[in-house]
């Protein structure tokens, strides 16, 4: 079997004759016709995508174990050796080839896999191995796979399954908040006054707000008491609060359950978060409370002081950031606001003035403040065409090339990134370019984000799909530049994207959501992979766009904000009692991920109205207050 059996000179023209047969030795791998396939394979034996015809015969035909081991053994394709080990893995246990599961089995963090390779040396004989391993695969707060059931049973059978093994995972169970799993461990637990502290536990993880009750814990062991009360207190907060607050408030009078500092932080901590997602008055004094700090805190107990409009208290938690949150532009910001509202102009000039050179969402605003152009800092990379010669000519880019020449795009992208990895900055920031002449546009971003280039600004915000956004924008009577801001946060314009909760394509719109598009506007729904069409995908994230537009009466901020989190979480967040500074509500939105994601995509429209030359808006201009809608 050959791998890779070229040098760059002959590699550097590949027959179309060549290609045709490739895509006959595909046809005969899918007909199930070895005989031809070996005839082609052997002439193919020098063309660059020779492993993928091998590895596609070899998925077909995993009982070839020698053929197969010394596909694995050669690794000239190393994603397609690990494509092929799993799936020679699975193969193996469901035929019981144990010794040969066992010796090609790679470490991981997949429980199934875990188990499976467990099953295997407990059948070769290593019982012991096996279960001391098991413990490990055992203690964790959620059901395991269903090919763990048998090893389990072992286990369970073993004197290694002891009472504080059960302990361990009931408590991992109850973290998780997986009432099945805790159930069914309660009743293993042997002595009655454990089980009594379980069931207790249980009705905790059904229902937190019982915390409230004055006997619920008196007959909880002592040891479990604190535990019970900080969970419980911790989980009422989001349910809660006012209950929450009373329940702490009740404790820190009676002292009744002795508590550590850390315990205490930890549920004044929640109090603290909670009564600053929710924008009240009364956070401030909980932060200021805090014995224990870290970075999450530094910044709500500065949010938290901005909610309550005292500027001396803002600066007070500004100090309290370390020097190099102090440096970020966020913090920057803020501090010279608070210099500007404490009449200490020239501090706050100096901080703007500096803040204004950056291009950023927190620059954008500082130039809006003393009325400069935004800076882009436009550096595009600069590679030698000789570069781009030399990579593509070397063996990872022929077969990334030749990925694209047979129209097998999908598979050239997943190579590309397989060939990559590792590169040194220099090189990544030529594969970069290559990239971007491909127009794999989110490749090129996210090669020059692992470089540390931000200033090559015609390639980290392209200009795609420039006839059907127009149109989609015009139609919806919506900015271009603010449909670009949200491709390019979505999906960096591949059209093919799909997040790990559903959402597909461009503007990254879930089925169920496109579906009830499909119905308002009477378009021919098939299933969700309409989705993945630029063209359909575009209209309808425009059209979703431009409801939240409505639906929050032209505030461009909120409208981009419930296209992130959703209008639901949007209308909790605006039931405010007062009116709000767009840049302080947009600070204080309790999702750090909706925080980030609005901040980019104005931004991100701000940049594409100067690159597209369509406009001159303002941050200020998507900057409207903030206020509770009219009942």
């Not at 079997?1 to 027959?15: Q, V």
Request: overall charge positive; proline content about 2%.
């Amino acid at each position: 079997m050959a791998f890779f059996m070229w040098s760059i000179e002959c590699s550097a023209i590949i027959s179309e004759q060549s290609r045709e047969k490739f895509l006959q030795a595909e046809k005969m791998i899918e007909s199930g016709n070895d005989e031809k396939f070996s005839l082609l394979s052997k002439e193919l034996s020098g063309y660059p995508l020779h492993f993928y015809l091998e590895y596609q015969w070899l998925v077909k035909h995993l009982d070839q174990e020698p053929k197969v081991r010394q596909f694995l053994k050669s690794n000239e394709a190393p994603l397609y050796t690990r494509k092929l080990r799993r799936k020679w893995l699975d193969y193996l246990y469901k035929n019981k080839q144990w010794k040969a599961y066992e010796g090609n089995y790679r470490s991981s963090k997949n429980k199934q896999k875990q188990c499976r390779y467990q099953w295997a040396r407990y059948q070769l004989n290593k019982q012991d191995k096996a279960l001391q391993a098991t413990k490990d695969i055992w203690l964790t707060g959620r059901s395991l796979p269903k090919d763990c059931d048998e090893l389990l049973v072992k286990f369970s059978e073993s004197p290694l399954l002891t009472q504080k093994l059960i302990w361990q995972r009931f408590k991992l169970a109850v973290r998780a908040r997986q009432v099945g799993l805790a159930s069914y461990l309660q009743k293993k637990i042997v002595d009655s006054l454990v089980k009594a502290d379980a069931n207790k536990w249980i009705l905790l993880l059904k229902n937190p707000a019982l915390i409230s009750g004055k006997e619920f814990l008196n007959t909880v062991s002592v040891g479990e008491q604190s535990k019970m009360l900080v969970y419980a207190v911790r989980r009422l907060v989001g349910r809660d609060m006012s209950a929450a607050i009373k329940v702490w408030e009740r404790e820190n009078q009676t002292k009744k359950v002795k508590l550590s500092q850390k315990q205490i932080n930890k549920i004044e901590r929640a109090i603290a978060l909670q009564l600053a997602f929710s924008k009240s008055n009364k956070a401030y004094q909980y932060f200021s409370k805090l014995k224990q700090t870290d970075k999450v805190i530094r910044a709500w107990e500065v949010r938290s002081a901005l909610i309550g409009g005292d500027w001396k208290l803002v600066q007070k938690s500004l100090n309290k950031l370390s020097k190099d949150e102090q440096a970020e532009g966020r913090w920057r910001y803020w501090q010279a606001k608070t210099f500007l509202e404490t009449n200490q102009l020239e501090q706050a000039l100096k901080i703007f003035n500096s803040l204004a050179k950056e291009r950023s969402y927190y620059g954008f605003l500082a130039a809006d403040y003393i009325l400069k152009d935004y800076v882009l800092a436009d550096s595009p990379i600069k590679v030698a065409d000789t570069e781009i010669k030399q990579l593509l000519m070397s063996k990872g880019f022929v077969v990334i090339n030749e990925f694209r020449a047979v129209n097998q795009e999908d598979k050239a992208q997943q190579y590309w990134w397989e060939v990559v990895r590792g590169f040194k900055r220099s090189k990544l920031l030529v594969a970069a370019k290559i990239a971007e002449q491909w127009q794999w546009h989110k490749h090129a971003i996210m090669a020059v984000a692992q470089a540390k280039h931000w200033d090559d600004i015609e390639l980290r915000f392209p200009i795609d799909y420039v006839d059907k956004i127009k149109q989609n924008a015009q139609l919806q009577g919506v900015d271009s530049a603010l449909i670009y801001g949200l491709i390019r946060r979505e999906s960096m314009f591949d059209e093919e994207a799909n997040s790990p909760v559903g959402a597909l394509g461009l503007m990254q719109v879930m089925p169920a959501t496109g579906k009830q598009i499909a119905k308002e506007i009477t378009f021919p729904w098939k299933s969700k992979n309409d989705l993945l069409k630029a063209s359909t995908n575009l209209r309808f994230g425009t059209y979703y766009y431009k409801q939240m537009i409505d639906k929050f009466s032209g505030n461009f901020a909120l409208a981009v904000a419930a296209y992130n989190a959703g209008p639901t979480g949007v209308q909790r967040w605006i039931k405010i009692d007062r009116v709000y500074a767009a840049d302080l509500w947009i600070e204080t939105i309790p999702y750090k991920e909706t925080r980030e994601y609005v901040a980019a995509v104005l931004t991100y429209a701000l940049i594409y109205q100067r690159r597209l030359g369509t406009g001159k808006n303002l941050m200020a201009d998507f900057m409207r207050d903030i206020q509770a809608p009219k009942s």
